[in-house]
């Protein structure tokens, strides 16, 4: 099971995320094609655009992400970033 | 000189390199720093007498032949050379960088197992493309892309500054890894200066780091897809060339600013001696800027340290953390500062004396030296990054 600590994030958590990525991620591909499980680097996310995506997703979420979560895995992909809400928003 | 990189040696083994590195600054390097300045011209004696004594092999691991230096006591050996010619020195500094850049990440390949042995065997000098005519300086984005056939690649650049790339053996470059790739999906290609050719763009007619000789080229080249670097270049930038350049970079430009004190040093000694009993007021002025020498020193070693112990841990994710990269620009930005400051409280000191080209007590070499600093990689640029940055991490 690839679900961290058996958090399981909502679908509709995917999609709002989705929304934040494409307005915020500056990716090179249009990301209603992303899977969950795509890897948003190979999709053109850059280090500075995560500062961007985690404002947006502290503020849709009303959550604070902590430095030991900002890390290249975080982000890596639709799902891990849906996992990382999750955990936080427990 | 052999005994001086010999295998199993410790730290006094790297204190008498060091002198060694004194003795070459001050017989070769230094002799020839106003005319390589004056005349903008590559430091020929200067690199040459570097890769006798078998210094350009010195940050590569001992298994490869070369002296398996680390971080710290390279940026220590730029710090040394700094003190001589800022020109030397940067290039001996670049040129560590392209060797970390394979070192770190590239030991994987058969290729480039067999390139740090001949680096070591041969001396090898490495120069970098980075920068591309129409990105405007940012070095993650290309808008140029190797093209790989049958085994062989073709790639064509047009880089506003290769430093001393008409002088080096080997320039690694930039560019995006297939035509169809995206400007951020880089890689970085191993190119042989004897199999490309390079037109001119622009020239280095410029204030400081004249001998650095950094003219823009259009750089046409081929070779072997061997070549290209396994690693993607958004990860040697982030664990390698963003730290790695600023700790040797700093170090040197500290080198820059002792030599300045050392002048003023020698300025105010020859001023008491006129007055023996009474301490001169400019002794005071050197009490100021000896205590920010001190600051910028430790500025740079503290970051060259932690960022050895990086390296030590072996776990690439450590780089991903915002901390040490806000870290390495916030070093870059201070060291840049401080070279210009120290530099200029010298000159106060030695006054007329500092101010002429044609007295020993000259500070304007270092003093045109050291404005070039904040505008390699724009200190604006930096500090915009670390704005950005620090909006996400939470801790100083």
Redesign the interface.
């Given at each position: 099971m690839s679900i961290a600590q058996g958090v399981q994030p909502e679908g509709r958590d995917i999609a709002a995320i989705r929304d934040l990525l494409a307005q915020y991620g500056h990716l090179?591909v249009d990301v209603r094609t992303l899977s969950p499980n795509g890897d948003l680097?190979?999709a053109?996310l850059?280090?500075?655009a995560?500062?961007n995506i985690?404002?947006a997703l502290e503020s849709h979420f009303e959550i604070e992400?902590?430095?030991s979560m900002?890390?290249?895995?975080t982000f890596a992909t639709l799902r891990s970033i849906a996992e990382a809400v999750a955990e936080l928003a427990r | 000189m052999s005994s001086l990189h010999a295998p199993g040696v410790g730290l006094p083994a790297f204190e008498r390199l060091l002198q060694r590195a004194h003795i070459l600054g001050r017989e070769v390097l230094g002799a020839c720093a106003a005319e390589v300045d004056r005349d903008a011209r590559f430091p020929r004696a200067s690199i040459e007498a570097l890769r006798q004594a078998r210094l350009l092999s010195a940050y590569v691991p001992r298994e490869f032949g070369g002296m398996g230096l680390n971080v710290l006591e390279v940026a220590r050996l730029c710090e040394a050379l700094g003190q001589y010619c800022g020109s030397s020195a940067m290039i001996y500094a670049m040129h560590q960088i392209q060797v970390a850049c394979v070192v770190h990440h590239a030991q994987g390949s058969a290729f480039f197992r067999d390139y740090l042995r001949r680096l070591v065997e041969e001396q090898r000098l490495m120069a970098s493309a980075t920068t591309e005519v129409g990105v405007g300086g940012d070095l993650?984005t290309s808008l140029c892309a190797v093209e790989v056939n049958g085994g062989e690649f073709r790639l064509v650049k047009k880089a506003p500054v290769i430093s001393y790339g008409e002088t080096a053996d080997d320039i690694l470059v930039t560019c995006r890894k297939s035509p169809d790739a995206?400007?951020?999906?880089q890689v970085q290609v191993l190119v042989r200066r004897e199999d490309c050719t390079m037109e001119p763009l622009s020239g280095w007619d410029t204030l400081g780091f004249r001998g650095t000789c950094s003219s823009g080229f259009t750089l046409t080249a081929w070779g072997k897809a061997e070549q290209i670097l396994p690693a993607p270049f958004?990860d040697i930038l982030?664990q390698t060339m963003h730290p790695y350049s600023h700790a040797v970079w700093s170090a040197l430009w500290c080198g820059i600013a002792t030599d300045a004190v050392n002048r003023a040093r020698a300025f105010v000694r020859a001023e008491a001696r006129k007055s023996p009993g009474e301490t001169p007021p400019a002794a005071l002025r050197l009490a100021e800027v000896d205590g920010v020498l001190q600051e910028m020193r430790h500025s740079w070693a503290g970051h060259a340290r932690e960022y050895h112990e990086l390296l030590a841990e072996s776990r690439p994710?450590a780089f991903?953390?915002?901390?040490f990269a806000v870290r390495t620009n916030n070093l870059k930005v201070s060291s840049s500062r401080m070279v210009v400051d120290v530099v200029g409280r010298a000159l106060l000191i030695c006054g007329i004396a500092g101010y002429r080209n044609d007295s020993k007590f000259s500070l304007c070499r270092h003093l045109r030296d050291a404005y070039g600093a904040a505008l390699m990689v724009n200190n604006d640029r930096i500090l915009k990054?670390n704005a950005?940055?620090l909006?996400?991490?939470?801790?100083g």
């Open positions: 090179q680097y190979l053109g850059t280090s500075l995560t500062v985690m404002l992400f902590p430095n900002l890390s290249r895995r | 993650r995206p400007a951020g999906e958004a982030a994710e991903d953390n915002f901390g990054l950005t940055m909006l996400a991490h939470k801790e």
